[in-house]
């Protein structure tokens, strides 16, 4: 990637948005578009690396690329907001079932559709040694039953 001027950072979005950018930069962007994932985005955008760090160096470069980051604030800015609870689960489903994956992006995926059907539960087992003085309670209901039962002879003799 060539160098980017220093007053490119400043221009508005508006006119960042007006340069075309290349077939693979939109190929990265389509596709971390879709999953968030930079480093497999810079992948399957056809750059070459050396290793799985070249890509994420690459991929971390694409993002703070005033162009593409451009793109990335125009899509949120523009995305769709009303998504429905099922469109969200279908979408999570499409990520775990991709092929393309990598393994961390499908293990969150499966680990949120878990999640909303329940299939984990957090339980928290404690063990406490609680000393309790019957005497006290038992001496209050003793006493609370004799004012009772007082209570109702005094009625029963008017």
């Known amino acids: 990637m060539g160098k980017i001027a220093k007053e490119t950072y ?6 960042l948005l007006k340069k075309p950018l290349s077939l693979p930069q ?4 389509k596709h971390y578009l879709a999953t968030g994932e930079g480093r497999n985005s810079a992948k399957q955008a056809g750059y070459k690396c050396k290793d799985d760090a070249g890509f994420s160096s690459l991929a971390s470069q694409m993002l703070v690329n005033p162009y593409i980051k451009a ?6 800015e523009n995305a769709p907001t009303s998504l429905s609870p099922d469109e969200v689960i279908e979408d999570i489903a499409k990520i ?4 393309d994956s990598t393994d961390n ?6 680990e949120l559709l878990g999640r909303h059907f329940k299939l984990f539960t957090d339980q ?3 063990k406490q040694n609680i ?3 019957y005497t006290s309670a038992i001496s209050e209901i003793d006493s609370a039953l004799t004012r009772s039962l007082k209570e109702d002879k005094g009625e029963q003799s008017d």
């Open 124 to 126: 928290l087992e404690t």
């Open 10 to 15: 400043d221009k508005p979005t508006a006119e």
């Open 131 to 133: 000393d309790v003085d």
């Open 105 to 110: 992006a499908k293990l969150r995926a499966l």
């Open 71 to 76: 793109h990335i604030d125009d899509w949120i």
């Open 26 to 29: 939109r190929r990265f962007l």
């Open 96 to 99: 775990a079932m991709k092929s």
